[in-house]
Each structure stands twice: as C-alpha cells, then as structure tokens.
C-alpha cells in the first residue's frame, strides 16, 4: 500500500513536472501565437488625441482603420482613465448628437476613419492633462466575423485639431 501510494506520488510529481516543463516550452508559442491572432491586414494610422483645455478632463481620440478582412472595434482602453467609451455623433432633429455605441464596423478594404462630428473614442475623466505633442497610449480591442477577439496598442498624437503636423502652424501664419 505505502510503495503503491508512493509511486503514484512519483507519478504525480512527474506529472506536475512534465506539465509545467510543457507549459514554460508552450508559453512563447502561446503569447506568440496570440500576436498572430491580429488581423495582419489590420493598419491603424493618424492616430491623434485632442489636448485638453486648462482645468478640463474631457478628451476624444480619432484615428483612421483599414483591414482586408471585415473586423468591429467593440473597446478601447487607455491608462488615462478607466473612463473610455465609443462615441458616434449624429444629426437628430437638427441637433448634433452624441451617444455610446457598441463597435464599429470595419468592412473589408474600407477605411474607417474615426473623426470629429463622427465616430470617436471618448476619453472621460483622464487623470492627467494632455498637451500637443503628448502619445497617449490606447489599447484597441478588434472581434472577427469568427467571433475572435484580438487587442491592438497604438500612440495617439496630442493635437489641438485635425491634420495638424509639425509647420502647419507656421504655414498657416505664413497667409495671415
Ligand atoms: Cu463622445
């Protein structure tokens, strides 16, 4: 009974070991494996993120996403605020609206682009101001037709507006 409880104890602890020796083998695999999960297609560009205005904490990010396989953005996050929401904006009955909505839709080959008066990431109550030039990191959460879900991070440019690049400013004096 003693050597019988004994080299199942063996067994065990061989199991226990096989087990963690596979799963530290698999661990790169596995983190790799969920990085190839993204949408290769996927391509995030002109990411910017409107600064603040003194004593305010309101903010909205704008971006433009393209993807040759159809993909929803269903979230995104931002260590600025645990505040972050999907917005869209709509005429309704003459006023401007905005609401909260679920995702937004990326169709195939289609550029979306996240913009003022239309689609936006809404950032509330961030915990600190942001200023031109600032990158305000955004995690982005994309589902698949198939029901996968895949996180992407993207910088975000502080900017007063839209389009604004470095000498923009300076060109615009230039015809004042
Ligand atoms: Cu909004």
Do not use: C
């Amino acid at each position: 009974m003693s050597t019988l409880r004994t080299a199942f104890s063996t067994l065990i602890a061989r199991g226990t070991f096989v087990t963690f020796a596979t799963l530290v083998t698999l661990l790169p695999t596995l983190v790799l494996a969920q990085t190839s999960a993204a949408e290769p297609s996927l391509k995030i560009t002109d990411a910017w993120v409107k600064t603040t205005v003194p004593g305010g904490s309101v903010s909205a990010a704008y971006m433009q996403i393209s993807s040759a396989k159809p993909l929803k953005l269903i979230k995104a996050e931002s260590p600025l605020t645990p505040n972050v929401e999907i917005h869209n904006m709509s005429m309704k009955e003459g006023v401007m609206e905005m609401r909260a909505v679920d995702a937004v839709d990326v169709p195939a080959n289609k550029t979306v682009s996240l913009k003022p008066g239309g689609f936006h990431i809404m950032l509330i109550k961030v915990k600190q101001p942001i200023n031109k030039g600032d990158s305000v990191p955004l995690k982005l959460t994309f589902e698949t037709p198939d029901k996968k879900f895949f996180s992407v991070d993207v910088a975000a440019k502080g900017q007063e507006k839209a389009g604004e690049k470095a000498g923009e400013k300076a060109a615009g004096h230039a015809h004042h």
